[in-house]
Nanobody, 120 residues
Framework: QVQLVESGGGLVQAGGSLRLSCAAS????????MGWYRQAPGKQRELVAA???????NYADSVKGRFIISRDNDKNTAYLQMNSLKPEDTAVYYC??????????????WGQGTQVTVSS
């Protein structure tokens, strides 16, 4: 059973920083892309940032220049460094991994979500 466990959310003032972590565990054969999505109240879930196994990254326009996604392949862990946070970054942040368990087809897995609240 594969699990994605997120940590690092919380409450921060505008202009502050937070670092999210997402650790994948279980019978993992390989991990392709890992990413972070967020969902604010009344809004659809949106992609924040993603990173492939070879380090290629993709960011939402709203976070470019402020957020940095990285990963440690040895630890099956992805990170999201969030700087210059704004109140509009307030949302539940979800980790996503496109990975393959042993003897199974690749598919998407999701974490349970972590709340990020930015006060003005």
């Amino acid at each position: 059973q594969v699990q994605l466990v997120e940590s690092g959310g919380g409450l921060v003032q505008a202009g502050g920083s937070l670092r999210l972590s997402c650790a994948a565990s279980g019978s993992i054969f390989s991990i392709n892309a890992m990413g972070w999505y967020r969902q604010a109240p009344g809004k659809q879930r949106e992609l924040v940032a993603a990173i492939t196994s070879d380090g290629r990254t993709n960011y939402a326009d709203s976070v470019k220049g402020r957020f940095i996604i990285s990963r440690d392949n040895d630890k099956n862990t992805a990170y999201l460094q969030m700087n210059s946070l704004k109140p509009e970054d307030t949302a539940v942040y979800y980790c996503n991994a496109h990975l393959q368990e042993w003897k199974r087809l690749p598919r998407d897995y999701w974490g349970q979500g972590t709340q990020v609240t930015v006060s003005s």
